[in-house]
């Protein structure tokens, strides 16, 4: 960020904050006579927490000087051992991983643990330092040099390694496309890290055995089986002990797996949540002031998810009992609060780059509640098979089926039964407003509205590789580790065994691919060609391992190298394109009636907005009664434009043009 950007944002941020402060006083000096405490009072506490998670969040983002590094130049390149955690990753995962580390320099053993515990796991390490990967990760081939540079200072213990996700879209990923998880890995961790506050994510970091030993040892009841709590909690026993933790976000190092499993994604939000209570209740004494404002940022986003659901229970309970929270002028609103949470978010988004932009926040919080509510409960026990079905969104379907059920029932009392308890015409529709709102983003995650649809699967690279389709000549337009497109110039019947032959060419050699394979779709297309898609027969018992390690090379490590810019001879310009063939349906009942309810209840915050319409022309606020209509207006027409262009995307992509995602996921509760 540039000197006058930087001015900028720090002058925005402030402003921001000085307006929240004030209007925070005001509430509580102010605001508070002659309401329902039951319900004033939880809602202080909401924007209490939400201004002081804002408050953390700059002091963290704020630009700081990093003087903790040595000199880089006397810095020595080691071999350092490589440890590779599997846990619920497949073996097309792994042999990734395990592929990439062939190429990457300074790298000696690799050893494979099944996220056992971390002093075992250890043991086998020979080095001073060891790599830190989990399966299905493909580090660069420079990862070690890059890390080894924060090592200049003696007392880094772990140097957590910037990774993204190349994953076009999965169910981490929000309806505007970015990783939930970049505001963390891009901007909060590496701002941390300058003031040698970071926290040790797992994946991608190096790892000085010394400090982790001492750390295990210092922690003697400290579970020892590697997972994201015990990352987070070894990282502040080795702050407490004067170690730091660097994060450098120079250079992406490492390319993170897209998590496909909704219940595996559920798991690490909840874990996220017992971590960050685990940091806030081990605060430690030995603990300078900075590493207690760092915990405290840190644990901000994990602990999102209750602070909006307190809201949106709050929000529901006011509508049905027909009593405001709190009573506020419009001048107060439109000369603290309004200019405070404008400037705030626009403020973060500066600091961090636009790596957290307006309203990200409020979207984790949203679908992050369940996990967030749950996470009393015990984890898991990992020989227990995970619940079917959708998890990771369950809570929001909740609050939106919930407020949707508040909406139609206060508009049927408006209009006809008048049992719910009677407000004011302005507090009414300001209500609504914020209940709108709330809902509009809530249909947004679900991805309900228009233009965010759910497409969701491995993706397939484009290829002109000739082939032979049993006797067919045919061509592979598409490939992956588990099958295959192909356009032949005949047909062939669906549920066919037959062997296709053609070759791979990577950078490790050209291998011949023999593979027995089976078709499962065959659909013309323009002229006389016929597209044919197949999967391969047990592909490994089938194949040998030359091959199957040549397919995961040409399809996963090779394209995720050229993505990030460290293919040898090739550009991020010629990467290899991506496409998938996507469901021709999106066909599940709960994302109807979920549609249905929301309209409905679009039409129910219509109703008591009509109802009050003249009482509100009499009181001098009529604008707010259309504000209401046009805002159910332009939630309704999304959502019925979100009901009728999916299925103009579904069906068969295109064969000659790339397509940025998958297949849509038949599951409500996911993104």
Not at 363 to 388: F, I, K, Q
Not at 433 to 461: H, P, Y
């Amino acid at each position: 960020m540039r000197r006058k950007e930087h001015l900028v944002a720090r002058a925005v941020v402030v402003a921001g904050l000085a307006a929240g402060l004030c209007y925070l006083v005001w509430r509580a000096l102010f605001s508070l006579a002659g309401t329902d405490l039951w319900l004033s009072l939880p809602v202080l506490l909401v924007e209490v927490t939400g201004f002081v998670g804002s408050a953390l969040l700059v002091w963290a983002l704020w630009p700081h000087q990093d003087d903790s590094a040595g000199d880089v130049s006397a810095v020595e390149v080691a071999v350092v051992d490589v440890l590779v955690r599997v846990h619920q990753q497949d073996d097309n995962e792994l042999r990734a991983t395990l592929i990439a580390l062939r190429s990457v320099t300074g790298v000696g053993e690799v050893i494979v643990s099944d996220a056992s515990s971390l002093a075992v796991a250890m043991a086998a390490v020979r080095t001073p330092r060891f790599l830190l990967l989990d399966a299905g990760d493909v580090p660069t081939t420079d990862i070690v040099k890059r890390l080894s540079r924060a090592m200049a200072d003696e007392r880094v213990a772990v140097v957590q390694g910037f990774g993204v996700s190349l994953a076009d879209d999965s169910i981490e990923h929000g309806p505007h496309g970015r990783h939930d998880l970049t505001f963390e890995r891009a901007a909060l961790n590496p701002a941390l890290s300058t003031r040698g506050c970071a926290i040790w994510t797992g994946s991608g970091s190096l790892v000085c055995v010394d400090a982790l030993r001492e750390s295990l040892m210092a922690e003697a009841g400290l579970e020892q089986q590697a997972s994201l709590e015990v990352y987070w909690s070894l990282s502040a026993v080795m702050l407490s002990a004067g170690w730091r933790i660097a994060a450098p976000a120079d250079a992406v190092v490492v390319a993170h797996r897209a998590e496909q499993v909704e219940s595996n994604v559920h798991a690490d939000r909840r874990a996220r949540v017992r971590a960050a209570r685990r940091l806030l209740a081990g605060c430690r004494r030995s603990f300078a002031l900075r590493q207690r404002m760092a915990m405290l940022a840190w644990c901000v986003r994990p602990f999102s998810g209750l602070r909006r659901a307190v809201f949106i229970s709050v929000l529901v309970c006011a509508i049905y009992a027909g009593s405001a929270p709190f009573t506020a002028p419009a001048w107060v609103l439109l000369a603290t609060w309004l200019p405070g949470f404008v400037a705030t978010s626009v403020g973060l988004s500066l600091l961090s780059g636009w790596r957290l932009r307006p309203g990200d926040r409020t979207r984790w919080s949203l679908l992050s509640m369940g996990p967030a509510c749950s996470n009393w409960r015990a984890a898991s026990s990992p020989t227990v098979a995970p619940l079917p079905g959708a998890q990771f969104g369950v809570g929001l379907v909740v609050a939106v089926t919930t407020m949707c059920l508040v909406l139609v029932l206060r508009g049927i009392s408006d209009q006809f039964t008048h049992a719910l308890g009677a407000l004011s015409s302005e507090v009414l529709l300001a209500l609504i407003v914020v209940a709108l709102w709330t809902l509009a983003l809530s249909l947004d995650e679900l991805r309900l509205m228009a233009r965010r649809t759910q497409r969701r699967g491995s993706a397939r690279v484009v290829s002109t590789m000739p082939a032979m389709l049993g006797e067919r000549s045919a061509k592979i337009v598409d490939l992956t580790p588990h099958g295959a497109g192909l356009l032949s110039q005949t047909a062939i019947a669906l549920g066919k065994r037959v062997m296709l032959v053609s070759t791979i060419t990577t950078a490790s050699g050209v291998t011949e691919m023999r593979v027995p394979c089976v078709v499962r779709r065959v659909s013309p297309i323009d002229g006389d060609c016929w597209r044919i898609g197949v999967n391969f027969d047990d592909v490994e018992a089938a194949l040998d391992a030359a091959l199957v390690d040549a397919l995961i090379e040409f399809c996963i490590v090779e394209p995720t190298w050229e993505r990030l810019g460290v293919m040898p001879y090739t550009s991020v310009t010629e990467a290899r394109r991506m496409h998938v063939d996507e469901s021709d349906s999106d066909a599940f009942i709960g994302r109807g009636m979920l549609r249905f309810l929301s309209l409905v209840a679009l039409v129910g915050a219509v109703a008591s907005s009509v109802s009050g319409n003249f009482e509100a022309t009499r009181s001098g606020a009529p604008w707010m009664a259309w504000l209401v209509v046009a805002f159910a207006g332009v939630i309704g027409g999304s959502l019925l434009l979100g009901l009728a262009s999916p299925h103009s995307e579904h069906g068969q992509a295109p064969i000659s043009e790339p397509v940025k995602s998958s297949s849509a996921s038949p599951d409500l509760a996911i993104r």
